[in-house]
């Protein structure tokens, strides 16, 4: 990925959701002014959620999802459904497509939406092929309270009108609040602690690491970066103490023991527990760890699918730590990628890691599943706070 690009978990996700051969693809398709997926009149064309990244005028970058039809039938059919709820969690804005005059599934679906907070823009497509396209839009919103856009995917018809809409639309917080800020003003020097190890790709800083140095440029700040080794080196070569240490999460106990009294000290995991998330569910969910015992069961979930490397943090660093505190019986399960389970009532707690590479609507949907069958969650940095003893002397 080029630095200069907008990474994927940075786009406002807009998700457009309908029956199949609802015309979807085709309303995607006119927006974006390209042949981005598949149209057919075979309904079932889509089958798996497809994710455009595109820069629309006046929106800025975003991310598109084409999904399945929440209609699909079947064992096959009901796997895409479960995709497209899925991708119904990391939507910020929802396209809903009404073609028919029996829009029962459409409204159980709005119900779904609203149930997550997500805005709604209804759709009434096909005009071009209803003879009261009116008449049925009036339908729509007295019955779902939502006033649809009129439009042909086909002829182009109020396909202007949709940009309009989603404009006004967009959420207050559509621009991702800053990792750093309140924590550094102009000027500031700030000190980043970088193991390169197994984690770090060779030739390449991870996401979070790059994405921070450019928020901490773009706040005018002087930012310096150094390994671990070279942490006691940096702070002699400074005339005076940084005002904030941004440091791996892994290594909080040795930057720690060096950290000047002065300096704040934070990790790029505990921002974007902030950045990502709901900081305060992570620091309060931390604390449910001196409560696991033998027989606890903890979840520990990823963003990113990878192979196991020796030292992952996730599968071999935190639950030797956990093991270390609780007990070796301690039962620690691991998913991956878009594998977060349905049903989260056998967990004693949930350790999720920075989640650089999920958009935070995403992250605050898993945040609430657990929420919602009491499951206290953490991230990992927050528990490695926790674990090293440093919790309550970090900042966020």
């Known amino acids: 990925m080029s630095l200069t690009n907008t990474p994927s978990a940075n786009r406002l996700h807009i998700g457009i959701f309908g029956r199949r051969n609802s015309g979807k693809s085709s309303l995607l398709n006119a927006i974006t002014g390209q042949s981005l997926s598949v149209v057919s009149e075979v309904a079932g064309t889509t ?27 079947g064992e ?3 796997m895409r459904v479960e995709k497209t709820e899925e991708a119904l969690e990391k939507t910020d804005i929802a396209l809903l497509v009404f073609t028919e ?12 939406l609203k149930g997550q907070n997500t805005p709604i823009l209804p759709i009434l497509n096909k005009a071009d092929l209803h003879s009261d396209s009116t008449g049925l839009a009036a339908k729509i919103e007295e019955a779902l309270g939502l006033r649809p856009v009129v439009v042909s995917a086909k002829t182009g018809e109020g396909i202007s009108e949709v940009l309009a809409r989603l404009l006004r639309m967009l959420p207050e ?3 991702m609040p800053s990792i750093v800020g309140g924590l550094v003003n102009k000027d500031d020097v700030v ?20 994405q921070t140095i450019r928020d901490l440029l773009d706040h005018k700040c002087v930012v310096m970066n150094v390994t671990t080794d070279c942490l006691d080196t940096a702070l002699r070569a400074l005339n005076k103490p940084p005002k904030l240490i941004i440091t791996d999460s892994q290594a909080f106990a040795e930057v720690y023991a060096q950290k000047p009294e002065e300096s704040l000290l934070t990790s790029f995991s505990v921002l974007f527990a902030q950045y990502k998330g ?12 001196d409560a696991l015992t033998e027989h606890s069961r903890v979840l520990i979930a990823e963003a990113c699918t990878h192979a196991p490397l020796s030292e992952d943090i996730g599968r071999v660093k935190i639950p030797r730590m956990l093991r270390k505190k609780v007990g070796p019986a301690l039962t620690i399960d691991m998913v991956s990628g878009t594998d977060y389970p349905q049903d989260l009532s056998g967990y004693d707690l949930i350790i999720h890691c920075g989640a650089c590479m999920f958009n935070r609507k995403y992250v605050l949907s898993r945040i ?14 927050v528990a490695l706070a926790k674990l090293t003893g440093v919790l309550d002397k970090i900042t966020y």
């Open 47 to 73: 089958t798996d959620p497809v994710y455009k990244a595109m820069e629309i005028h006046g929106i800025g970058p975003c991310m598109l999802i084409d999904t399945a039809g929440f209609d699909d039938e």
């Open 76 to 78: 096959l059919g009901g």
């Open 101 to 112: 005059e029996d829009f029962t599934e459409e409204g159980k679906w709005a119900e779904k």
């Open 173 to 175: 917080d559509y621009e």
């Open 191 to 210: 000190l980043l602690v970088m193991p390169q190890d197994i984690q770090a790709p060779k030739g390449r800083l991870i996401l979070p690491q790059v």
């Open 278 to 289: 709901d900081i305060r569910a992570f620091t309060e969910g931390a604390r449910a760890i």
């Open 368 to 381: 609430e599943r657990a929420r919602r069958f009491g499951v206290p969650i953490t991230n990992y940095g």
